[in-house]
């Protein structure tokens, strides 16, 4: 079977500014994907390429096998796109049935409502909603046509802690039943925790991709945590890649935590509740792009 998404040597350019720069990418049917990347990366560009709103200066773009914009036209793909403004005047299940007419196979209207959390929320009008709601709103839209491969641009910005679990067990559901998702997201405890696969993006370029656990090992960062003695000032340490300092307690990255703890101690400054710990996806993902600027 072809892969779900398949890009070749894609180069996009606006003006003076290469967006895309060579990337070549497969994504495998059934895969979770994160895509990540500080802002300017790529990532909106290559996403707008995948879902054919956008054309490739050079090299060559699959979508599910075909042609983006074909395999959109043909219902195989949902997308819950940041941005999208959500029309007034309508109630919540209105404008979810109103979707699933576009599409030749949708789900009922009660699966979708109830695949997003929305069943309580159905006689709503969209102009009612919370941020949270309405975002939970774009992705009934996205799933209403049961697509094979489905993007999710920033899927839980605006969402508690609550609704963005319940929204993660939805995909979860999503994922177990074959479907490709590709999402975007700044949440990288989401990213680690969710995605089966992790594409990290730097200035069009693709940095590191593999399973969460393979990247942050790539990225040879170890953390390093301790609290300051009060009143005691923290030393020059060697090769501290970054540092954050609350109260008295430091937090320190670094690609030899060995030599780091060996100059701590000798500097003689005072100290407890030291640890030494593996990068978590965040301090990867930092040392990552810091490295590629």
């Known amino acids: 079977m ?47 390429i995948m879902l054919g709103l956008r054309r490739p200066d050079r090299g060559t773009a699959h979508t599910l096998g075909a042609d983006p914009a074909t395999a959109v036209r043909g ?25 699933r007419g576009f599409y030749p196979r949708p789900l009922t209207l009660s699966d979708a409502l109830s695949r997003a959390d929305l069943t309580s929320l159905a006689a709503r009008r969209v102009e009612a909603l919370s941020g949270g709601q309405a975002q939970r709103v774009r992705f009934a839209l996205a799933i209403a046509g049961d697509p094979e ?17 319940a929204f993660w067990e939805g995909m979860r559901a999503q994922a177990a039943q074959g479907h490709t998702v590709l999402f975007a997201t700044h ?34 960062a170890r953390t390093v945590r301790f609290t300051l003695q009060e009143g005691a000032g923290l030393p020059t340490l060697p090769g501290v890649a970054g540092s954050a300092v609350h109260g008295g307690q430091v937090i320190l990255r670094t690609g ?14 005072p100290f407890r509740d030291l640890e030494v710990a593996g990068a978590g996806l965040e301090e990867a993902f930092v040392a990552l792009t810091e490295e590629a600027s």
Do not use: W, Y
């Open 187 to 220: 949440h990288l405890d989401e990213a680690d925790a969710i995605a089966d696969r992790v594409v990290v993006m730097q200035k069009g370029r693709v940095i590191a991709d593999g399973a969460p656990g393979t990247v942050k090992a790539a990225a040879g």
């Open 149 to 165: 491969l489905i993007f999710l641009d920033e899927p839980t910005s605006a969402m508690d802690v609550g609704a963005r679990r």
């Open 75 to 99: 219902g195989r793909i949902g997308a819950m796109l940041q941005t999208a403004a959500l029309p007034p005047g309508v109630t919540v299940a209105e404008l979810v049935d109103c979707v």
């Open 2 to 48: 072809p892969p779900a998404v398949r890009f070749e040597q894609v180069t996009k350019t606006f003006g003076s500014v290469r967006a895309l720069d060579g990337i070549s990418l497969d994504i495998a049917e059934g895969e979770t994907v994160a895509l990540l990347g500080p802002n300017g990366a790529g990532k909106s560009t290559a996403i707008g």
């Open 256 to 269: 030899d935590s060995d030599a780091l703890v060996r100059a701590l101690i000798q500097s003689g400054v």
